[in-house]
């Protein structure tokens, strides 16, 4: 069975290196992979953002499945291209995407269903936002409605903060059109803790719960990234809290959406935040986390193949998913300036191996060897039998990583 994988970061490494290990796959694509992905699949020059020639590839190398991993294709309707074709693919289709693509959709569709979240109100003119800042208590968020690669989020602890950003998203365009309408939300204090779900549209199977660190620095300081580091599980996602999260917010986000007639099959990430009155969503992905997808899957058991297909045939009733009992910690190696402006090119030393998995998002493989190509570099993730071991590995094995201008979190999983 030929396999394609369509994205080039941590999260796309880890599921190809999930994937490559089912009996049933003969051979991996990825487009366009990064450096380690190249010693799993063969990587396809196609950006992730071009549906025409993902499905020109699939179509000529007669690819068995497609799998769209990351936000963009999937809010651009590559899954619903791919199908158009007669071909088969894993994820969620455009209209059902549209619920990461778009923060008015699934504050609405919350609002609809009873789903609980956070206050919110939606701009588009910078003089009617900045005179609703009168009226909120901080800090409060500030939110782009589209895609803006896990970074469009800005916690503003006063009303200079807050115009600030308002000024960026609606007048300066910080963020492109995902900028052009914002979201101005009550911030929720409380641990947030990530949810991946398994779904056909129908049944769902939640996956190990995990926690990421979004701020670029130690203690939960400097800007939002796209994520600096995860572990699980989370020990604060109890077995009572995870009984009361799928009976009141994953079932009926589910329901929801296939009675909006925007059936869900893929992964939908739920981010949530445990406040003193109960979970709260904080933000729906269509798609696995990233770093989280680092942590959950080297914790899963069974083929993910047999899951993907199972979701696409609307069948997961039908299988049993396994879990391991480690725990695992990732921790992000990014360039000098993520999350803002940075260099590339420079080359990484890997000294020493470990037994850790070293899963790419920003690296190239070059004549010279391997080099730096994006923010976030290296995901560096280890499992034990308690999170301390597995933090204590992933560290010691950064000891032994280099590359000009690295920075990293050194207290990931320290809470």
């Known amino acids: 069975m030929k396999v394609l994988v369509v994205g080039g970061g941590g999260r796309e490494h880890a599921i190809?290196?999930?994937?490559?290990?089912?009996?049933?796959?003969?051979?991996?694509?990825?487009?366009?992979?990064?450096?380690g992905i190249a010693s799993l699949a063969?990587?396809?020059?196609?950006?992730?953002?071009?549906?025409?020639?993902?499905?020109?590839?699939?179509?000529?190398?007669?690819?068995?499945?497609?799998?769209?991993?990351?936000?963009?294709?999937?809010?651009?309707?590559?899954?619903?291209?791919?199908?158009?074709?007669?071909?088969?693919?894993?994820?969620?289709?455009?209209r059902a995407a549209e619920i990461e693509s778009s923060k008015l959709f699934a504050k609405e569709l919350m609002n609809k269903y009873g789903i609980a979240t956070a206050h919110y109100?939606?701009?588009?003119?910078?003089?009617?936002?900045?005179?609703?800042?009168?009226?909120?208590?901080?800090?409060?968020?500030?939110?782009a409605d589209g895609l803006a690669l896990g970074k469009g989020v800005i916690i503003a602890s006063c009303r200079k903060e807050a115009e600030e950003a308002v000024k960026a998203m609606l007048l300066d365009n910080k963020f492109g059109k995902a900028g052009h309408r914002i979201l101005i939300e009550e911030f929720l204090t409380g641990q947030e803790v990530s949810i991946l779900v398994f779904t056909d549209g129908i049944t769902f199977a939640p996956m190990v719960?995990?926690?990421?660190?979004?701020?670029?620095?130690?203690?939960?300081?400097?800007?939002?990234?796209?994520?600096?580091?995860?572990?699980?599980?989370?020990?604060?996602?109890?077995?009572?809290?995870?009984?009361?999260?799928?009976?009141?917010?994953?079932?009926?986000?589910?329901?929801?959406?296939?009675?909006?007639?925007?059936?869900?099959?893929?992964?939908?990430?739920?981010?949530?935040?445990?406040?003193?009155?109960?979970?709260?969503?904080?933000?729906?992905?269509?798609r696995f986390g990233d770093p989280e997808t680092q942590v959950v899957l080297p914790r899963l058991e069974t083929d993910l193949?047999?899951?993907?297909?199972?979701?696409?045939?609307?069948?997961?009733?039908?299988?049993?998913?396994?879990?391991?009992?480690?725990?695992?910690?990732?921790?992000?190696?990014?360039?000098?300036?993520?999350?803002?402006?940075?260099?590339?090119?420079?080359?990484?030393e890997i000294r020493t191996k470990s037994e850790c998995l070293l899963f790419h998002s920003g690296t190239k493989r070059t004549p010279q060897g391997l080099v730096t190509s994006g923010g976030r570099v290296l995901g560096v993730t280890a499992l034990g039998s308690s999170l301390k071991e597995a933090l204590d590995k992933a560290y010691d094995q950064i000891d032994s990583i280099y590359f000009e201008g690295m920075h990293f979190r050194r207290d990931i999983g320290k809470r």
């Open 305 to 348: 193949l047999e899951i993907m297909e199972a979701i696409i045939d609307q069948r997961l009733d039908q299988i049993k998913i396994s879990w391991n009992d480690k725990a695992a910690a990732c921790v992000v190696l990014a360039s000098g300036g993520y999350p803002g402006s940075y260099d590339s090119g420079f080359p990484i």
């Open 121 to 143: 109100q939606f701009f588009d003119e910078y003089d009617a936002a900045v005179r609703y800042l009168d009226q909120v208590d901080f800090p409060v968020v500030i939110k």
């Open 42 to 94: 063969e990587c396809v020059d196609i950006p992730a953002t071009d549906p025409e020639g993902i499905v020109n590839f699939a179509k000529d190398e007669q690819i068995d499945l497609t799998v769209v991993a990351p936000d963009d294709p999937l809010a651009m309707g590559m899954v619903d291209m791919l199908e158009a074709n007669g071909l088969r693919a894993f994820g969620p289709r455009q």
């Open 209 to 286: 719960s995990s926690q990421d660190h979004k701020r670029a620095c130690d203690n939960d300081e400097g800007p939002n990234t796209g994520g600096m580091g995860a572990f699980s599980p989370s020990p604060h996602y109890t077995p009572e809290i995870a009984e009361y999260v799928e009976q009141k917010i994953i079932k009926p986000t589910i329901h929801a959406m296939r009675k909006e007639d925007r059936l869900f099959q893929g992964v939908l990430y739920f981010g949530l935040i445990l406040t003193d009155s109960g979970p709260k969503v904080l933000e729906y992905n269509a």
């Open 16 to 35: 190809v290196w999930k994937l490559n290990q089912s009996p049933r796959i003969s051979k991996l694509y990825c487009a366009p992979g990064n450096g």
